[in-house]
């Protein structure tokens, strides 16, 4: 089990995506804890961010701030590559 920091993003950019409230705690599943990439509060404890595949943004419960899944490796942002693995228009 490690810390994650979720990232942080405006309110702006949480608007009409679908809000994970923060808060919860022990989901059971093994996983990571999570914290708000704004005020470092924990958001969730043994949560599993891989679980989440939708566009969701996470709302912290102490600043209110919203958070997306960290912009890591082991959590891609939607692919930009092709089928074959390339990256669009080399250019
Ligand atoms: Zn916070």
Do not use: K, W
Request: glycine share 16%; aromatic share 10%; hydrophobic share 35%.
């Amino acid at each position: 089990m490690a810390q994650i920091r979720l990232y942080p993003i405006t309110q702006e950019q949480g608007v009409g995506r679908g809000v994970f409230a923060g808060g919860m705690g022990g989901a059971g599943f093994g996983g990571d804890d999570c914290l708000c990439g704004h005020c470092g509060t924990v958001m969730f404890v043994d949560f599993n961010l891989h679980t989440l595949l939708g566009d969701f943004v996470f709302q912290c419960r102490v600043c209110s701030e919203f958070n997306e899944r960290p912009r890591t490796e082991a959590f891609p942002r939607l692919p930009l590559e092709d089928s074959e693995g390339r990256p669009p228009e080399d250019t």
